[in-house]
């Protein structure tokens, strides 16, 4: 087994000037994105990697090919980050790596740099320790992953022959509870959208028209609180098509999971359950889809009726359904309610991603759960779902022909794109040891097919 | 008559100066508006002008009292003024007074600084040109109009032997158009509240925990929506009580006053009306209460269920109305929306103003209708309602026993509280000449009472 100790204060201090870089892919200056490609490339020197621009943020790429005959992978992660939300609700701030306990605190620790960093220290202990990598390994960071990877897609298929490989491995998609060991089968698609209502072609007084004109909020509000029923179940027509019936034998296979759902929102402050009826939670976590309504902005508080409101809209997809046509249900839903004196319009985001799926015997898979229950003795490893989104995976598949194992060492409670993003420091440790079983597994024992 | 010109550029200059102190009350320094009071009590110091010290933002009080034996009248008004809104959409700096063909425009210079002035060169001009007053005049102008007056009623309590008048006469409060005199002997009152719905105890990754919690954006929706009927009239139980029927001689008046709808709303940018049905436009703005949503906030453009949302509802009150039982029948059809898994909060601002009233045959109205008309020869002077809230009528009536004269040259079109606010130069003028005909009546003709 590889010697280190990725605890140590040095570990950290690195790790720390990765997540000084704020590089918000919705907001940072291509400066700003560039230092943090830069970092993560003069990490990977052993592997020749180089920042390559793309019309959006740069992609890294490298690659050490020294183990003839033995598989290779394409680890897949990304440098870019969330906005920090409201700075003020931060313990610390988001962009100073601090320890707190068993934790460390900033944004991008959990998603996606301390899994990316975890991949790097792994690679580099095989070659101090060991002189060379036990399979042939390309690397692939991208700087958009937070805002739907626009530019990916193009820049994989420019590049094909150069990330081919036998299966990609994600650094990037977290395991859904710190205690126990988890492999991710499934991943959620992705649409997006706002909605936008304009009103007057100006902000007007609401005392001197109050009253006389439609008020963009007021139509938005009833929009809004069209898209859902009252037991929750989302209201537009066509949104469940083509999902198919989740059946008894999944049922059971949910109902097996120890899931404490008391427990599950406690940690959240909360003490009652929401959803689409006829569902448990874990089933309407993993199994079905979503419309989350994510931000609403429109006026202030002073006395005006705004002439814009906008609401940025998010679906979470499983697999059956189409993200055109999901996206296509909601605007018609939406711009059905047009109201005299407004205007109504829906702005999809380009970016739109399927739901993924991984068959459970995978080779991969088997590897994945070999290395963990090595790192976790005696533990079960759960077959999971992530809800979120991973954009890469269906790319991967389709361009490269490559299967995405999701491998991060992040979990699900850590604060993700919310203030005070932590990641357990325990983790840093266990993530390399699994790495490193991983790959020798994946070298030796299973042949990605 | 007075000799003046102030379209003259050193006039508009001076005003500039006015104009460039940022006061927005709501989030500027102490040290902004106290630069906003000493530029106002500069200009007042022939009425020994004082800036004075609140639990606010400092008030500026002044009298000149050298006509014995005439009345005294007590001019009102504000040098605070609107936040901004978003700067991006102001054709020229907001607090930098630009000249624009025949309109100045910058933040302020219609509500209320612009006609602040005219007063303010009223007086100079009468005593430059005949060395005196025609009455006695005490000036008093907040710095908290915008936010509600919150500590005026402490100072006018506590100062009401020497600001003791027979007259308030408030250089705020809009006229309703350009293009016609008119006197307004109604306002409207004002109740607002927040209302806050709480989620999970912080933002929540939407993808990690969509579909199976609360969303406060959701549940906000809902109740905002519920505010409504869906044919315009608030749906609040109670929210009507108390207002006595619309007469059809009332009904008369109105309908004989030359409105028309399709120009008022093409001037927005409109084609169809809004508001409460049975009414017709112009009862909506004079005659009717409204109830609107003046700003959301929540969450934002990215992956996010936020844990806190936020709306800042206004309602505006006619005579019968008590702001008190308002506030709690919105509050009381707020929280009957508790929704399992948020928790909704209705935070009232403490400023809750009654509509106000004036008698049409008021002597002062009269004296205010013979003014207007030596400025614009032939034109019929309108009785007018303002359909905008000034705080400062109430307080004045029950405190110090004066009715308010509202005699402003803004006119309600200008943009108040919007972006590109701006003042009709050659109101300047006439604002001058009526303020002048109106003390000069006040003084020699119409006793007030």
Redesign the interface.
């Known amino acids: 087994m590889l010697c280190f100790d990725p605890g140590d204060a040095a570990y950290l201090a690195e790790l720390a000037e990765f997540v000084a870089v704020p590089s918000i892919s919705?907001d940072a200056s291509s400066a700003t994105m560039g230092a943090a490609a830069q970092w993560l490339a003069g990490q990977l020197r052993f592997a020749d990697a180089q920042v390559v621009a793309t019309d959006g943020h740069p992609v890294v790429v490298g690659a050490w090919l020294g183990a003839a005959g033995a598989p290779t992978v394409l680890v897949y992660g990304h440098y870019d980050v969330?906005?920090t939300?409201a700075e003020a609700?931060w313990a610390t701030p988001p962009f100073q790596l601090t320890v707190d306990g068993d934790v460390i605190r900033g944004r991008g620790v959990s998603d996606d740099k301390g899994p990316v960093y975890i991949v790097l220290k792994t690679a580099q202990a095989f070659l101090a320790l060991e002189g060379r990598l036990p399979l042939n390994v390309k690397f692939l960071f991208e700087g958009e992953e937070?805002i739907g990877s626009p530019h990916l897609p193009a820049f994989v298929a420019d590049h094909a022959s150069d990330l081919a490989a036998d299966l990609v491995i994600s650094a990037d998609g977290?395991m859904w509870r710190p205690d126990e060991p988890s492999v991710a089968v499934k991943s959620?698609g992705?649409a997006?959208m706002?909605i936008v209502v304009h009103?007057?072609?100006?902000?007007?007084?609401?005392?001197?028209?109050?009253?006389?004109?439609?008020?963009p909020?007021?139509v938005?509000?009833?929009i809004?609180?069209?898209?859902?029923r009252p037991d929750g179940a989302v209201a537009v027509g066509g949104f469940y098509d083509g999902i198919p019936e989740l059946s008894p034998q999944r049922r059971r296979e949910i109902a097996d999971i120890a899931f404490d759902v008391p427990r599950?929102?406690a940690e959240?402050?909360?003490?009652?359950?929401?959803?689409?009826p006829g569902f448990t939670?874990l089933e309407?976590?993993w199994e079905?889809?979503?419309l989350?309504?994510?931000?609403?902005?429109?006026?202030?508080?002073?006395?005006?009726?705004?002439h814009v409101?906008v609401?940025?809209v998010?679906c979470?997809l499983v697999p059956g359904q189409d993200p055109d046509a999901v996206i296509e249900a909601i605007a018609a839903h939406v711009t059905a309610r047009q109201?005299?004196?407004a205007r109504v319009e829906v702005r999809a985001d380009d970016a739109r991603v399927p739901a993924y799926t991984m068959p459970g015997n995978h080779p991969a898979i088997r590897a994945a759960t070999a290395a963990l229950q090595a790192v976790y003795p005696g533990q079960r490893v759960l077959l999971t779902c992530?809800?979120?989104?991973l954009p890469a995976t269906t790319l991967f598949e389709r361009v490269l022909g490559a299967k995405t194992l999701f491998f991060s060492f992040s979990t699900?409670d850590e604060?993700?794109?919310?203030?005070?993003e932590y990641l357990r420091i325990r983790r840093l440790k266990e993530g390399m040891r699994a790495w490193e079983h991983l790959w020798r597994l994946l070298a030796t024992r299973h042949t990605p097919t």
């Open positions: 919705r969330q906005p939300g609700e937070e977290a959620k992705l997006s706002d009103g007057a072609s100006t902000d007007l007084h609401s005392g001197r028209y109050g009253g006389t004109v439609a008020n909020l007021h938005l509000a009833d809004l609180a069209s898209l859902h599950y929102l959240l402050g909360l003490t009652e359950p929401h959803g689409e939670t309407r976590l079905r889809p979503t989350e309504i994510n931000g609403v902005r429109g006026g202030g508080k002073y006395t005006v009726i705004p409101a609401a940025n998010s979470r109201a005299a004196g992530i809800p979120g989104t699900a604060k993700l794109h919310a203030p005070n």
